[in-house]
């Protein structure tokens, strides 16, 4: 049925939770697991008076999310070498986290996205924005919701 799953962390403790649920149905159905950590882009907003923030502090923003990144990888890794199901990451800088796993899901040929859900009211999803919700509306692949 399902040969590649798509697995996106935040580093939740239900994304972890995510993550082994995750890796126990790949390994089910014989498939492999992509892990995905979504960048969050960081812009060079101009303050007031003209101040800006310096590009090497924006430099050391991104060198930390890419090892919070990496941190939150390790774990599927983990999880997947543990069940003995084949296991690749990745970590992207998208425009949002809903497209960064979309297009991860399709340049790994992943044909399910199992992911979690916070599970959030809806004024507190309509007012924060819900990833998952974005991704079940713009994924043209099942995306399993994780609770």
Request: aromatic fraction near 6%; include cysteine.
């Amino acid at each position: 049925m399902f040969k590649r799953v798509l697995i996106p962390t935040d580093g939740s403790k239900l994304a972890r939770k995510a993550i082994r649920a995750g890796v126990v149905l790949a390994k089910k159905l014989g498939a492999r697991v992509t892990g995905y950590y979504a960048m969050e882009m960081l812009q060079p907003y101009v303050y007031t008076d003209g101040y800006i923030i310096k590009a090497a502090t924006l430099k050391s923003f991104e060198v930390r999310a890419r090892e919070l990144g990496r941190k939150y990888l390790a774990e599927v890794e983990k999880a997947a070498k543990a069940a003995r199901v084949p296991c690749d990451v990745v970590i992207t800088k998208p425009a949002t986290p809903a497209q960064g796993i979309i297009d991860a899901a399709r340049k790994k040929r992943c044909d399910v996205i199992f992911m979690a859900s916070h599970g959030r009211g809806e004024l507190a999803a309509l007012v924060l924005g819900s990833v998952t919700q974005k991704v079940l509306a713009r994924c043209r692949i099942p995306v399993l919701v994780f609770r």
